[in-house]
């Protein structure tokens, strides 16, 4: 057991997976009417909440709690500490769905903080200032999280999937073409600083368009225009070199998704399409393509097995990828079979991560094989 808390990406990334699958599969169950609400809330606020402040919140603290200590050489919560954050975590879940309200709200939006105060200490303490940023969206995550439990559901929930996207496209500018150059050297990756500057910048403008309701006028442009500059910068990563490389191409494949939603978004402005189908393109899509393409990698280059996806990885990726298809249909052509597609949708998404954590458990639970700590 104690290897299991031996760094956060362990406990944090089986518990993603596990509310991921959980969570979908339950959401589709009510959807479909096989099961009664089994929140207080109702059945969609609670699917929208724990999609983000749930399932993409555990994938932060994983990841954020073991790439600090890379970034800043300071140490980040191991054994109990750890286990009691994990437990923070677990506890916000069971009470989002047995209530009462009140205590949910103090236990869940608590967690965020938590989690910011623990990443400040080695962030600043270091004074890594280009991660500075972090500290700033947990703690605008945990404003997000409290503004749910006041009323402000559907606007605390786009804020939050906005912020969890910021720290996507962030990131993504950072770990694609890295990954793609040190892996495929020959593949000619050209990594263009301002290009990714101006594509932050464009997504920034038309999340805050949308989330403060300024209209097409606002929206449509930047979302137009972030969507092009994610396909330049993306074109420079060599996405076309990485075709037979499942750990490299799940990476692309979900920042693929990114200019897709950002049109689907425009579109959604100007009463083109439903605004459901940019937010199932960002969270199924990108988001959820990240997470599984991120949380492999991570977990086998952590735990000191070779950077490499078998047959289960590969598996996970597609099923994730196609669940993200066919939501995007079901929104887009409802009227080819609505519920058959939304169903299918669900099962395959959470199929992807029910792989992951059954593949990942028994190797998380054990220590290295190499000895290293970790």
Excluded at 13 to 29: R, T
Aim: charged content about 10%; cysteine-free; glycine content about 10%.
């Amino acid at each position: 057991m104690s290897a299991l808390f031996a760094l956060a990406f362990r406990p944090f990334y089986l518990l993603a997976a596990l509310g991921a699958a959980a969570g979908v599969v339950g959401w589709v169950a009510m959807l479909e009417g096989r099961i009664d609400a089994v929140s207080f809330l109702p059945g969609v606020l609670w699917h929208q909440h724990e999609m983000v402040f749930g399932f993409a919140l555990a994938v932060i603290a994983g990841f954020l709690l073991t790439a600090g200590r890379v970034w800043t050489g300071l140490p980040t919560p191991t054994g109990g500490p750890l286990a009691a954050l994990a437990l923070h975590w677990l506890a916000a879940r069971v009470f989002m769905i047995t209530g009462p309200a009140p205590l949910a709200a103090a236990v869940d939006g608590a967690f965020p903080f938590v989690l910011a105060a623990v990443v400040a200490r080695v962030i600043f303490g270091s004074r890594n200032a280009r991660n500075y940023f972090v500290v700033a969206l947990l703690v605008a995550l945990g404003s997000a999280d409290l503004a749910f439990h006041l009323g402000f559901e559907e606007l605390a929930v786009r804020v939050a999937l906005y912020l969890v996207l910021t720290l996507v496209v962030v990131m993504a500018g950072r770990v694609v073409p890295s990954f793609t150059a040190n892996a495929l050297p020959r593949a000619r990756v050209v990594r263009r600083p301002r290009l990714d500057r101006w594509s932050v910048a464009a997504t920034l403008a038309a999340f805050a368009g949308d989330a403060l309701g300024l209209g097409a006028w606002v929206v449509a442009p930047a979302a137009l225009a972030a969507a092009g500059l994610h396909v330049a910068r993306q074109a420079g990563w060599a996405p076309l070199a990485t075709r037979r490389e499942p750990l490299l191409w799940s990476l692309h494949a979900a920042h693929a998704w990114f200019p897709v939603a950002l049109v689907l978004l425009a579109l959604a402005s100007m009463d083109i399409v439903p605004r459901a189908a940019a937010l199932h393109a960002f969270g199924a899509g990108v988001l959820g393509g990240t997470v599984i393409a991120m949380i492999t990698r991570t977990a086998l280059g952590h735990t000191g097995r070779a950077l490499a996806a078998g047959r289960a990885e590969t598996l996970a990726y597609v099923l994730v990828h196609a669940g993200a298809l066919l939501r995007l249909l079901a929104t887009l052509a409802p009227g080819i079979g609505y519920m058959e597609l939304v169903g299918a949708s669900g099962l395959a998404w959470s199929a992807a991560f029910l792989v992951y954590f059954a593949v990942y458990l028994p190797r998380l639970m054990r220590p290295r094989p190499d000895g290293k700590p970790g």
